[in-house]
């Protein structure tokens, strides 16, 4: 569906001011209030507002130690609770945003992005969440009535949520389904590259939250019978529903396997056999990729800028059972007199790809930051192709859907003539042939690999390519 037919069925919704950096659930000076529950929304508004109006990351704020103080002060149900309004909203947001603009006779006051957060998060609740509606609606008009900004308009929130409840089914049929769940700029992208019909399924897709894979060392079919697993065309296991904690599972502390979406472990595979070669993985944390290039038989030097993530990264690499050396350095600042025999680039991209894990991309990311990441990838893959020697293999990847992060990129470099591309052939890929492009390079969606005997379907978005450096 094109801009112009979204604005044309909502315009009071539309109509409204743009979002911007300004505004939002700062930090009034709110009146306390006792109600079970209250706290819970607050936050839930608090957080919506930071991703999609300061454009503040999700995980951050959900950080149990580090995160937004409103989250913290919750216990752990409160939490939990929080988390699955966030993405429920996240992920539906320009349903809710549609369903209710259709139930508003004027459009909401300008600067009244508050009461917005508090009616999305009451709508998320009512319409996507096994929470009773008169709770919802309850604590939605609790929380305007304790909040300077909104208080003047209680009574319009409750008979707003009132009446969404009586017609959500009605709502969700006529309204909700009409318009994708992602943000139009994202949608048009989607259709100008996939088409119309599949965009529509990835779109779908996204709305599915992520399963949980693994990446196992060896055994894979032994593995995958011992965890009740479903063994993946990629060689991964996917769990089936699991509630619990991943570090309780069978193999977990021996360093059998390690979580991996079956997508992100593609791109280390298609090096093949790396026995007794020079490796550099040049963006390297979390060290799943690491770990698979060093089992290739590879020696690597793993990059990464942050000590952080370097230092989870070793973490990972111990409990494995495995070592590569390691160096904190930002990858494009990296030389060597010894070049290398391969490179690995997963290259930093907008994760447009990792949406059902991560809601708030598409609110935090815009067509401006995938050009400018696009130009730092090119800049980086034209770097990683001087670390190889002549002859030398370099696999660029990354978890974008945008095929500006990809396809783009690649052909802009081959252009240069400064390498040719390794086709892959589908045959050695049984079950993914159609992830395999007709210039031989792997491009993965959300919508591929169906659900199976109880176990989820779906993977992340994920480009990859291999490229040999000319003499």
């Keep these: ?91 539906q947001l320009p349903r809710i945003e549609a369903m209710i603009g259709s139930l508003l006779q004027n459009p909401l006051p300008e600067g009244a992005r508050a009461l917005d957060h508090v009616l999305t998060v009451a709508a998320a609740q009512i319409l996507y969440l096994d929470i009773p509606d008169h709770s919802a609606v309850d604590l939605a008009v609790e929380q305007a009535q304790i909040d300077p900004r909104n208080k003047r308009f209680a009574s319009l929130v409750n008979a707003v949520l009132r ?14 389904k009409k318009i994708p769940a992602i943000p139009a700029w994202f949608h048009k992208r989607l259709v100008s590259y996939y088409g119309a019909e ?17 990446t196992v060392k060896s055994d894979a079919d032994g593995w995958a019978e011992r965890l009740n697993g479903r063994l993946l065309p990629t060689g991964s296991i996917r769990l089936a529903a699991f509630s619990g904690a991943v570090p309780t599972l069978e193999g977990f502390e021996d360093g059998e396997w390690w979580v991996q979406d079956a997508a992100a472990a593609l791109p280390a595979k298609l090096f093949g ?48 059972g495995l070592e590569a050396a390691t160096q904190e350095i930002n990858m494009a600042d990296f030389r060597t007199d010894a070049l290398f025999d391969a490179a690995l680039l997963d290259a930093p991209c907008s994760s447009t790809g990792t949406i059902r894990r991560h809601p708030d ?66 045959a050695d890929w049984p079950g993914l042939e159609d992830a395999i492009t007709p210039l031989g390079e792997f491009r993965t969606t959300p919508a591929m690999i169906p659900p199976q005997d109880g176990f989820s379907g779906g993977l992340d978005g994920f480009y990859a390519v291999t490229l040999r450096r000319k003499a």
């Design 163 to 176: 009446r969404l409840s009586r017609e959500k089914q009605d709502l969700l049929e006529t309204v909700g």
């Design 361 to 426: 991309v598409l609110w935090t990311k815009g067509p401006e930051d995938i050009e400018k990441l696009a130009v730092l990838q090119e800049k980086l893959l034209r770097h990683a192709l001087t670390l190889v020697k002549p002859g030398g293999l370099v696999v660029f990847s990354n978890c974008s859907l945008d095929k500006r992060e990809g396809e783009v990129v690649t052909e802009r470099i081959l252009a240069e003539g400064t390498c040719e591309r390794v086709a892959i052939d589908p």
């Design 1 to 91: 569906m094109s801009d112009e037919n979204e604005t044309a069925s909502h315009p009071k919704r539309n109509s409204r001011p743009a979002r911007s950096r300004g505004q939002g659930q700062d930090n009034p000076a709110f009146e306390r209030s006792d109600k079970p529950g209250i706290r819970a929304r607050q936050a839930a508004a608090k957080m919506l507002a930071a991703v999609v109006d300061r454009k503040t990351s999700l995980d951050g704020m959900l950080d149990a130690g580090n995160g937004n103080p409103v989250y913290r002060e919750l216990n752990e149900a409160d939490r939990a609770l929080v988390r699955a309004i966030l993405n429920s909203a996240l992920r």
């Design 273 to 320: 056999s790396l026995t007794g070669k020079r490796v550099v993985d040049l963006c390297a944390a979390p060290g799943g990729k690491t770990a698979q290039l060093i089992l290739a038989g590879a020696n690597v030097t793993a990059l990464d800028q942050s000590a952080s993530r370097l230092k989870r990264l070793q973490g990972n690499l111990a409990r494995l």
């Design 198 to 214: 599949e965009a529509a399924r990835i779109a779908d897709a996204l709305l599915t939250p992520a399963a949980i894979d693994l």
